[in-house]
């Protein structure tokens, strides 16, 4: 049923996987990049492959950050790239125009960004246009020009986009920002009068050959302070119903849209779009972070989906619909739901992803997501560390045919991800270890030790000429981190705790203190823990909001909201000062006012110590190396430097590649350089009409 082919308008599909669009943080300034990481999907047998956001215009420049853009012809050979390498494997390849409206920065073009009716601009202290007719006019025909042009650039889908807050079109749309007393506002049938138009102008210019989707928002996911699916979002379904060749559904909240599997499960959006079935006869597509095949199959024969859309499990595993193809379920590398993909999107960077270290890479460092080169020689090689940095080491080396023995301390793979995937709402990043430790388990040529804490007298046997240590880090107690540069008083208290003592399930007493300095996940995930447990727990971060970082997952709302839930106390702007066992002393970040607050126990989260010993132990005996036969002795993962899961994942992956084969490692990736010619310092900007 996934196999069988469908028509979309003039084209046709050879399955039903579809990449929806999807950011990558790379767009036009990375051309090749683009293309090569598209084509991975093609490959691995996506039958319909979307750029990101595609900007139709100057009015839409989200500068500084990459994304596409079809503002002129001198565009069209940069897609084309990504055309080219997504039809070489037989698939479909879509692109998402857009006029971002209020949501665009305009940093680069300063053009003011625009909108349905006043309001403020996105992040910046100035107001946006409110449009009037001409400028509608110009809209419309300029979505026209971007169409025709991607038309010549040999898309086969070109999308109306209408969601996530980011389109001009759903500004017009929302009453919550619509308040016009012209054609344009007002009743739904005026409010939805620009989508219409800008659809039809589409379907007019390109529907000849390509096939118009419209990707629509279909809930605002707000309450009452939006429109939702029962009201409007239906609406504008039945309004447009078999006007465009294929629906993209999903929610105009990017945040719910793409929210993790800390708060959401599989098929999160199917109480708000499995009603568009029953509205349309033209295919639908949605998305809702689908893994399972059988999960797949059902929505299929429910009527939900004819399509099953994805963008995070496509980066985790390009190659997924191939595996399901092949019956090779257990091969699937399932997306973890964590966000990290997004996260480069909005702190500035091309794409990666946690359970994908080649995604990005592709074009760059030339890798590709399933084949790796053979080994180069019989080296046999020593992982120390079944962390994840350890496990794809081992996993990668072993793929390349290099005989390795993999030593860990514990008695169970996956190091910190096995630890927190206990923690509440983390369950699903135990896949990371799942998957490797499986895939490990089928190989002949690594061999796994557990239980064995190894020394320095254990690595030098002269069994191993490679050597690499991914023994992971340990929590720090001493406070320093972001904030403080000196250890707090009573730190050395025997009721202060670390996320590696809730890990090992010491018995904390309340009330309890979470004093957060590293801002990330960890801070809320216990406090829910322990909040679960029934103890009084007070968050305490020198930041201005709990868990600030994930303002770069889009879960920072629902963290905040989730700790009020919970009674958390929250207590923002403070920095530890001392803990003597019955009470916590803080100061205030700005004013450095004291604030004294009875706690029996403390939990510190702050910096992380590389668990180094071992590597230091085997630099001191370095003379003996050449003796038993040691040529290298590498570090990677939380004990080079701690960082995220998707680092360590990173540098066990990056070792691996690179074993025997890199020589000076600062020139082993290429880079896209801006040619000047003397044409293209003539260039303008072509927005005229042609
Ligand atoms: P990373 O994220 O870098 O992979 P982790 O902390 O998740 O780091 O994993 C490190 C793993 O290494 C843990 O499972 C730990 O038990 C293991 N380990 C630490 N020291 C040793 C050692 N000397 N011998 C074997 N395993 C070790
Ligand atoms: Fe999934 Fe996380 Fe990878 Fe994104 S980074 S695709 S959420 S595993």
Known sequence: MLFEPLQIGPV?????????????????????HTAKLREMKAEGGWGVVCTELCGIDPHTDVSPFSFEKIWSDDDIPGLQLMVNAVHRHGALAGIELVHEGSAASNRLSRYRAQSASARPTRGMPTQVRALDRDDILEVRQSHRRAALRAKRAGFDIIYVYASHTLSILTDFLSERVNRRDDDYGGALENRARLLKEVLSDTKDAVGDQCAVALRFGVDEVLGKDGYGWQDDGRRVVEMLADVPDLWDVNVNNLDFDMMTSRFTDEGYQEPFTSFVKGVTDKPVVGVGRYTSPDRMVSLIKKGVLDLIGAARPSIADPFLPNKIRDGRIEDIRECIGCNMCLSMQYAGGPIRCTQNPTIGEEWRRNWHPEKIQRRKSDARVLVVGGGPAGLEAALALGKRGYEVALAEARDVLGGRVTQESQLPGLRAWSRVSDYRTYQLSQMQSVQTFLESDMQVEDVLVGEFGDIVIATGSKWQRNGIGRCLRQAFDGCTHEAVYTPDSV????????????????????GGVIAEK??????AVTLMTPEAEVSGMLRFTGELQSVQTRMHELDVRIASNRKLVSFDGSSVTSACVYSGRLHVQEAASLVVI??????DRLYKDLLNRKSDWPGLGVRSVTLIGDCYAPGTIAEAIYAGHRFAREFQEVQDQNEDFRLERIVLEESSLQQRCTTVPE
């Open 503 to 522: 890990f090992a399930g010491a018995v904390i007493e309340g009330p309890i203190v979470i004093y957060d300095d590293e801002s990330y996940y960890m």
């Open 530 to 535: 322990l909040s679960k447990e029934g103890h």
């Open 606 to 611: 702050c910096l992380r110590e590389p668990n």
């Open 12 to 32: 046709r599909t050879k399955n039903r996987f579809f990449q929806v669009p999807h950011c990558t943080g790379m767009g036009t300034l990375y051309p090749h």
